[in-house]
């Protein structure tokens, strides 16, 4: 443990990461989602679904109304079961 053990979690209305400032969700914390919710996909998918509904709504008033195009992929493709 270092002292740069900080949590991944969203900055909002940014949706960058508190702790390393990568867009949200950066790859730590969809490692420590996909262990939170290992026994529950659908939640996580859920959970997901519900924080990409509002990062659209807060990037798109940032972004002058327009909503980002990638937020599919950014929140929900990776964490799709795969095969
Ligand atoms: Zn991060």
Redesign the pocket.
């Known amino acids: 443990m270092t002292r740069a053990n900080r949590p ?1 979690l969203p900055m909002r209305p940014l949706w960058r ?6 867009e ?6 969809r490692l420590s989602l996909l262990v939170e919710y290992r026994d529950d996909r659908t939640a996580l998918l859920v959970y997901l679904g519900t924080l990409m509904a509002e990062a659209a709504d807060q990037l798109a008033q940032l972004n002058g109304h327009a909503p980002p195009e990638n937020l599919g992929d950014r929140f929900l493709g990776w964490a799709r079961p795969r095969g």
Not at 17 to 22: I, T, Y
């Open positions: 991944h990461c508190r702790a390393c400032g990568a949200w969700p950066c790859q730590p914390a």
